[in-house]
């Protein structure tokens, strides 16, 4: 039997209506809790009023909002399919004919759409408010005016080009600037052999170029020249530079291809951003896993009882996965799988678990 619109339309619609009460509860404590630490974080910053503390963990929110948005479409399931079943209406249609996945279809799509209304619409929204957001924590918390702080390990920047790049390494740099400090330059020829070597005190990004000052120009087989000031043409801006040392949760979907394709022309490590970028398309498939999960273990109550016990025993399931997840991608970030398998394995295995319950347990 085919299952109406109007049924399929008031399914989609319960599921829309107890994600979006979950979402509010989980958030309001995450607020909450946000707050109460920023407060304590600025009790010794007489610059950090508390309208500014306010505001700055609304503008946290999306840091952890964006994890627990799974844990949401969970939940959401879970209270739908069980609230359903407990009211009688999922079997009055199973009994009328109508097989388990043609019921959760509706609650599928409807959790699809919000995988690709995350990604797409929210994503950049979030990633806006949470640059922001470190921007004032820099300032007011930390006492930082810019993210870019290298000043222990030192930084490694590298400038190719056709006719030869160069390798830039700074020892330090200057708190709040992106003046480098005890700087060497490796230049490079055309065909990739080493040619010459600068050594500066200083060097100081300007629009186009790097001006290095006091340096010494070595070259092989001539004597080291002193140059007071020198100019090294880079493609390189200061914003790229920053935002590259900048979690990639506060770049924006749409500006990830584009930005890791820089990151990767400039020597910069790209692994990060591209698995992240891969994590955010593998959203929707994970929201469809969730609600997978939620129907293979909401739905047999009426079969086995013990509401309670399944329910938890789905949570205890979801929580597994997700341990999984963060280790599958602790393990993409180190090199040890690649980037796309690291963000796109653990959803895939859970579409194909919940999938195997259903199978299992249900005969529709």
């Given at each position: 039997?085919?299952?109406?619109?109007?049924?399929?339309?008031?399914?989609?619609?319960?599921?829309?209506?107890?994600?979006?009460?979950?979402?509010?509860?989980?958030?309001?404590?995450?607020?909450?809790?946000?707050?109460?630490?920023?407060?304590?974080?600025?009790?010794?910053?007489?610059?950090?009023?508390?309208?500014?503390?306010?505001?700055?963990?609304?503008?946290?929110?999306?840091?952890?909002?964006?994890?627990?948005?799974?844990?949401?479409?969970?939940?959401?399931?879970?209270?739908?399919?069980?609230?359903?079943?407990?009211?009688?209406?999922?079997?009055?249609?199973?009994?009328?004919?109508?097989?388990?996945?043609?019921?959760?279809?509706?609650?599928?799509?409807?959790?699809?759409?919000?995988?690709?209304?995350?990604?797409?619409?929210?994503?950049?929204?979030?990633?806006?408010?949470?640059?922001?957001?470190?921007?004032?924590?820099?300032?007011?918390?930390?006492?930082?005016?810019?993210?870019?702080?290298?000043?222990?390990?030192?930084?490694?920047?590298?400038?190719?080009?056709?006719?030869?790049?160069?390798?830039?390494?700074?020892?330090?740099?200057?708190?709040?600037?992106?003046?480098?400090?005890?700087?060497?330059?490796?230049?490079?020829?055309?065909?990739?052999?080493?040619?010459?070597?600068?050594?500066?005190?200083?060097?100081?990004?300007?629009?186009?170029?790097?001006?290095?000052?006091?340096?010494?120009?070595?070259?092989?087989?001539?004597?080291?020249e002193f140059l007071a000031r020198y100019r090294l043409p880079t493609v390189l801006t200061e914003e790229r530079i920053q935002?590259?040392?900048?979690?990639?949760?506060?770049?924006?979907?749409?500006?990830?291809?584009?930005?890791?394709?820089?990151?990767?022309?400039?020597?910069?490590?790209?692994?990060?951003?591209?698995?992240?970028?891969?994590?955010?398309?593998?959203?929707?498939?994970?929201?469809?896993?969730?609600?997978?999960?939620?129907?293979?273990?909401?739905?047999?109550?009426?079969?086995?009882?013990?509401?309670?016990?399944?329910?938890?025993?789905?949570?205890?399931?979801?929580?597994?996965?997700?341990?999984?997840?963060?280790?599958?991608?602790?393990?993409?970030?180190?090199?040890?799988?690649?980037?796309?398998?690291?963000?796109?394995?653990?959803?895939?295995?859970?579409?194909?678990?919940?999938?195997?319950?259903?199978?299992?347990?249900?005969?529709?």
């Amino acid at each position: 039997m085919r299952l109406s619109t109007t049924l399929s339309v008031y399914i989609g619609r319960q599921f829309l209506l107890w994600f979006l009460v979950v979402l509010a509860v989980m958030l309001s404590i995450i607020y909450l809790l946000d707050t109460v630490e920023l407060l304590r974080r600025a009790a010794n910053r007489p610059e950090a009023s508390f309208q500014l503390v306010v505001a700055m963990g609304l503008l946290k929110l999306p840091e952890i909002g964006q994890q627990i948005f799974p844990f949401v479409v969970l939940f959401g399931g879970l209270y739908t399919f069980s609230r359903l079943t407990r009211t009688q209406e999922l079997v009055v249609a199973r009994a009328s004919g109508i097989s388990v996945w043609q019921f959760i279809a509706p609650v599928l799509l409807v959790a699809v759409a919000l995988g690709v209304l995350q990604i797409t619409v929210l994503n950049p929204i979030f990633s806006a408010m949470l640059t922001r957001y470190e921007r004032l924590e820099n300032r007011y918390l930390r006492g930082q005016t810019s993210s870019f702080d290298v000043s222990k390990s030192g930084v490694w920047l590298r400038q190719p080009g056709e006719t030869g790049g160069y390798l830039i390494h700074a020892e330090s740099v200057v708190p709040g600037t992106l003046e480098l400090r005890r700087v060497m330059v490796l230049l490079n020829g055309a065909e990739g052999g080493l040619t010459s070597r600068i050594d500066a005190q200083a060097a100081t990004l300007a629009p186009g170029y790097w001006d290095l000052r006091e340096a010494w120009y070595n070259r092989p087989g001539r004597a080291p020249e002193f140059l007071a000031r020198y100019r090294l043409p880079t493609v390189l801006t200061e914003e790229r530079i920053q935002e590259s040392f900048a979690p990639p949760d506060t770049q924006s979907f749409w500006e990830l291809p584009r930005f890791i394709a820089t990151l990767e022309a400039t020597g910069l490590s790209s692994l990060r951003h591209r698995l992240y970028w891969h994590t955010l398309l593998a959203q929707p498939v994970l929201f469809a896993a969730m609600v997978l999960l939620a129907a293979a273990f909401a739905l047999r109550q009426t079969r086995q009882g013990g509401t309670l016990m399944l329910i938890a025993s789905g949570l205890l399931v979801a929580l597994v996965l997700f341990v999984i997840r963060d280790v599958v991608q602790a393990l993409g970030l180190s090199g040890s799988i690649p980037a796309m398998l690291a963000a796109w394995a653990p959803a895939g295995a859970t579409v194909m678990l919940g999938m195997a319950a259903l199978l299992h347990t249900e005969d529709g």
